[in-house]
């Protein structure tokens, strides 16, 4: 007679499958979800009440770019910085609840969501979506892949950003407005998540103007830090 042994996997060979195959999330992932003004001291800045719900936008995986590259300004643009933690998402889902969220975090990026100001502005006015002003190419510059265990604790670490040296952002997030698995329960809600989905959780205050021939410098204190160069369209 046969017998069938079932071998269990080994959770920690597992886990090291999973993260590698989340290193190429640029590659691999096909949606980059934004929440915008997610920082409690933001929500100062700008006078706003709090949100009911996360304010949600997308970027299309075309806007990703990975050091090396530069930041291309097309033509005519005014174009921001916004510093913020990404979130990598290890496994699919939907309809996650709180409680179970983070078991979906596979890793983590910094990222820069840089959103032309001036196509928001203009499109505010006639109350379209914020797709161009957020997702033009090279609109998502991000770190290497950060595993999860290199952050034990997500909503207590410092993100930083300079500009041509002179710091601009600073600040911590345990200012989250929406705390990680607030964001993975209710985006997933109605997105179904998949591993190597990115969700850029917002930016501190003090995002600003960079122009050809900046150097933007980034990153989360003790972690990961970022270098691009800033160009534009020819
Ligand atoms: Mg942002």
């Not at 989360?220 to 160009?231: A, Q």
Request: contains cysteine.
């Amino acid at each position: 007679m046969f017998k069938i042994q079932v071998v269990k996997a080994d959770s920690s060979l597992t886990r090291l499958f999973s993260t590698a195959n989340l290193e190429n999330f640029t590659e691999n992932g096909k949606k980059i979800i934004g929440i915008a003004a997610n920082y409690k001291s933001l929500l100062k800045v700008l006078n706003r009440g709090n949100p009911d719900n996360p304010p949600i936008f997308l970027k299309p995986s075309t806007s990703y770019i990975n050091e090396g590259n530069k930041i291309i300004i097309p033509k005519g643009f005014s174009v921001n910085q916004e510093i913020e933690l990404g979130v990598i998402i290890g496994k699919k889902g939907k309809k996650i609840a709180v409680r179970d969220a983070m078991d979906f975090v596979g890793g983590y990026t910094v990222a820069l969501d840089m959103t032309a100001t001036d196509q928001m502005a203009k499109i505010k006015a006639v109350g379209g979506s914020w797709t161009l002003a957020k997702g033009f190419d090279t609109a998502c510059p991000v770190s290497k892949f950060i595993p999860k265990e290199k952050i034990p604790n997500p909503h207590n670490v410092n993100i930083w950003c300079t500009v041509n040296g002179k710091e601009v952002q600073k600040g911590n997030t345990n200012d989250l407005f929406f705390k990680i698995p607030e964001l993975v329960s209710y985006l997933s809600k109605y997105f179904t998540l998949e591993p190597n989905d990115l969700i850029i959780t917002g930016s501190p205050p003090g995002m600003s103007p960079v122009t050809k021939g900046d150097a933007i410098e980034g990153g989360i204190k003790d972690v990961v830090s970022i270098k691009f160069e800033v160009d534009e369209e020819k």
